[in-house]
């Protein structure tokens, strides 16, 4: 499992390893690790040309001491001081004696044609986006496609929430310490981090509310079937979704359920012919159902389909038309699975405010609504009501293709289905939808049907 940390938490770590440790320990560790990554992607540091960044605190003083080593290494390193009268000293005279140099101003900086620029101007001290003398200068260094590699949080992200509030750094690659922080999970802001090195503190950390599942997770908690089991004890997903308008999504979301976690599909709808004709196994009728999947290219029928779905007392995943319906939904387990503009509606804001604080909003809903709310995105965040919430890092971009949602929804389904609780199914589904994408892919187009073809794929891998 990936942790993310919030800043007290690391804080209140590092304050306890330090009072055990030499003073100054932590940061030579850490500009250690900071260095040894920028070595590696520099590829050959003899002569290459670094360019520091330098703020006001000590993630100044990881750069300054990373520059001094890879000065002694014989690289070409200048420092931009951004607070001169703030600058970490024994960094700063660190560098100076291993040959670095502070260039005056940002003309200067250029000119030094940098090779790669390293980002040590706020770390998890920041507070608010770049000030315009930072910004500018980010902002030349961009324009000149001058690489930048973040030390510790690309500068001018919010650290706990993944927002952006304003100019910030672009990173190549963003290099922590100790552990992840939530903005190298969420969204907007796990998009300007780019690459994330952890370089190991030592430190004692609690428990992360913001999490990721990795691939063994993920094997540890697919419902595997009891040697013994029949279609009936693995748990039979229902599927209410499509429409006159919307034929395929029915066709799509039965897919995803029919990825064989639960022991048998049932199909209610109005596009049952399609789904008869694209998936023989499944049954088409109502009965008994462990889970109903509700709302996928819903269209006008996704209002009566919540009801009689809620009525079985069972968990529901709400996709898609079943959103505008909660009311009708009741009080049971519920999956629900937006996109940013249907948590918008949902929430009653605007798309692009869900967009900026992805996390805030994904949290308000499930705490509004009591339910698990899937929030669909390049970096999926699955929000539980008591405030836990995992954030799905794999998937290429080629997944944001048309009816990706419904195989999505029907594949949750049956992990519900088959005993998952909401919270898990969600995260696990997601991670599988975008683990199977980037295999159907291999970096090329792919269309919904191939991730729902690509699913049993991935899980044989995992289970292998
Ligand atoms: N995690 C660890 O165990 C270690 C982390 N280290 C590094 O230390 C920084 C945190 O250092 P700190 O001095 O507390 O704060 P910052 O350097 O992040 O910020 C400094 C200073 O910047 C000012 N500021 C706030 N917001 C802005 C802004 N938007 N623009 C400009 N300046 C801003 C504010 O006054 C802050 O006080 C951590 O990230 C690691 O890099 C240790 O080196 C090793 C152990």
């Known amino acids: 499992m990936r942790d993310a940390h919030t800043v007290e938490q690391v804080r209140a770590a590092e304050a306890a390893l330090m009072a055990r440790l030499p003073e100054g320990a932590l940061m030579q560790q850490a500009a250690t690790g900071l260095s040894t990554a920028v070595a590696d992607l520099l590829g050959r540091v003899y002569g290459a040309r670094v360019l520091l960044l330098v ?20 690289a070409a390193v200048s420092a931009r001081l951004l607070s001169p009268d703030k600058t970490h000293p024994a960094g700063l005279a660190a560098l100076r004696a291993a040959g670095g140099r502070v260039v005056e101003d940002d003309v200067a900086a250029l000119a030094t044609r940098p090779d790669l620029a390293v980002d040590g101007i706020v770390g998890i001290g920041g507070r608010g986006g770049l000030r315009p003398d930072a910004a500018a200068l980010v902002a030349a260094l961009a324009d000149a496609d001058v690489p930048v590699v973040a030390v510790d949080v690309p ?46 503190l030592g430190l004692d950390l609690p428990r992360a509310d913001v999490t990721a599942l990795q691939a063994d997770d993920v094997a540890a908690l697919l419902p595997v079937p009891e040697p013994a089991a029949h279609k009936y004890t693995r748990g039979l ?11 395929g999504a029915a066709v799509l979301c039965v897919a995803g359920a029919g990825t064989g976690f639960a022991g048998m599909v049932r199909y209610v709808g109005a596009a049952a012919d399609e789904v008869r004709a694209a998936h023989p196994e499944v049954v088409v009728g109502v009965g008994q159902v462990q889970a109903w999947v509700v ?22 995943v709400l996709d898609a038309d079943a959103l505008q319906h909660l009311d009708a939904a009741g009080s049971g387990e519920r999956l629900l699975t937006p996109h940013a503009g ?27 609504t009591g339910a698990v ?47 998952l609780d909401a919270f898990d199914a969600g995260s696990v ?29 991935v899980c044989r891998a995992l289970l292998g």
């Open 55 to 74: 703020g006001s605190g000590d993630n100044g003083g990881d750069a300054l001491w990373a520059g001094a080593r890879l000065a002694r290494r014989g």
């Open 155 to 200: 500068s001018g992200v919010d650290v706990d929430t993944g927002r952006l509030d304003g100019p910030h750094v672009e990173a190549l690659a963003t290099v922590t310490f100790g552990t992840h922080k939530v903005a190298h999970l969420v969204d907007p802001a796990a998009r300007a981090a780019g690459t994330v090195h952890v370089v190991d």
């Open 237 to 247: 997903v229902g599927v209410r979704a499509g429409s006159e308008q919307y034929p």
């Open 295 to 316: 709302g996928s290219g819903g269209g006008d029928d996704a209002a009566e389909a919540v009801r009689e779905a809620a009525a079985d007392g069972v968990p529901l």
């Open 342 to 368: 249907e948590l918008a509606r949902l929430l009653g804001v605007e798309r692009e405010e869900v967009e900026t604080d992805q996390l805030g909003f994904a949290r308000r809903a499930a705490e509004e």
């Open 373 to 419: 709310v899937l929030l669909k995105g390049r970096h999926t965040l699955v929000a539980a009501p008591d405030g836990r919430v995992r954030a799905t890092t794999v998937g290429p971009p080629w997944l944001a293709t048309a009816g990706a949602g419904d195989v999505l929804a029907g594949l949750c389904g049956s992990l519900l289905a088959a005993g």
């Open 429 to 457: 589904g997601s991670w599988l939808h975008g683990a199977a994408a980037a295999h159907a892919s291999g970096g090329g187009p792919i269309r919904a049907r191939d991730v729902a073809a690509a699913l049993p794929t």
